[in-house]
């Protein structure tokens, strides 16, 4: 079971739109930065958002990241095949002293 | 070029112990948390271990304190994870990740190793 709530699986037609959320508390999301990343099967994860809403060089302006109270969200707009992937949010835990993974979200492009 | 790279993986039996490296280049070594992160076969990924650029700092998840260490060789840019009393619940590939900011407490990995896989079995 884990800290941070993601839906199992998301799906969208190609050049649609999606959003997948990840809840937490106060403890982790409340007070802490967001990050979320990518993962194409077989390969390390590759972050694409960090700090809740800013993007590493290299990541399109397709991907955007918000954070309202214990939830925070990616969307990504203008899908693509190549978007498939497996997506996780995470964040550092103030009460655990540790960071904490949500349990992912399997992107279908359909 | 930022460049992580894991060795050390392989079969332990449960009870015994591996120790994990990961070699760092291409950037300011002692600079920068660094971070453990393993997911097992199947699975989502997991938090494991987290340490300050001087080293002084460490965290670990419940899962595997007591039982794992976290240390840096900041003269040779290289990580470690010493992981001792093993179990088949530690059966992942683990991942080294460069921490983008300068604190440990940060969730923020720019740079990932490509992994190694440790299987506890017997």
């Known amino acids: 079971q884990s800290v941070l709530t993601q839906p199992p699986s998301v799906s969208a037609a190609p050049g649609q739109k999606v959003t997948i959320s990840c809840s937490g508390s106060?403890?982790?999301?409340?007070?802490?930065?967001v990050s979320w990343y990518q993962q194409l099967p077989g390969t390390a994860p590759k972050l694409l958002m960090y700090?809740?809403?800013k993007r590493p060089s290299g990541i399109p302006d397709r991907f955007s990241g918000s954070k309202s109270g214990t939830s925070a969200t990616l969307g990504i707009t203008g899908l693509q095949t190549g978007d498939e992937a497996d997506y996780y949010c995470?964040?550092?835990?103030?009460?655990?002293?540790?960071?904490?993974f949500g349990g992912g979200t399997k992107l279908t492009v359909l | 070029e930022v460049q992580l790279l894991e060795s050390g993986g392989g079969l332990v039996q449960p009870g015994g112990s591996l120790r994990l490296s990961c070699a760092a280049s291409?950037?300011?070594?002692?600079?920068?948390?660094m971070s453990w992160v393993r997911q097992a076969p199947g699975k989502g990924l997991e938090w494991v271990s987290a340490?300050?650029?001087?080293?002084?700092?460490?965290y670990y998840a419940d899962s595997v304190k007591g039982r794992f260490t976290i240390s840096r060789d900041n003269s040779k840019n290289t990580l470690f994870l010493q992981m001792n009393n093993l179990r088949a619940e530690d059966t992942a590939v683990y991942y080294c990740?460069?921490?983008?900011?300068?604190?440990?407490?940060?969730?923020?990995?720019?740079?990932w190793g490509q992994g190694t896989l440790v299987i506890v079995s017997s």
């Open positions: 291409g950037f300011t070594f002692r600079s920068y948390a």
């Open positions: 340490i300050s650029g001087s080293g002084d700092t460490t």
């Open positions: 106060n403890s982790n999301i409340g007070n802490n930065y």
């Open positions: 995470v964040t550092w835990d103030s009460t655990l002293s540790a960071g904490v």
């Open positions: 990740a460069k921490v983008i900011l300068r604190k440990p407490e940060s969730s923020s990995f720019d740079y």
């Open positions: 700090e809740n809403n």
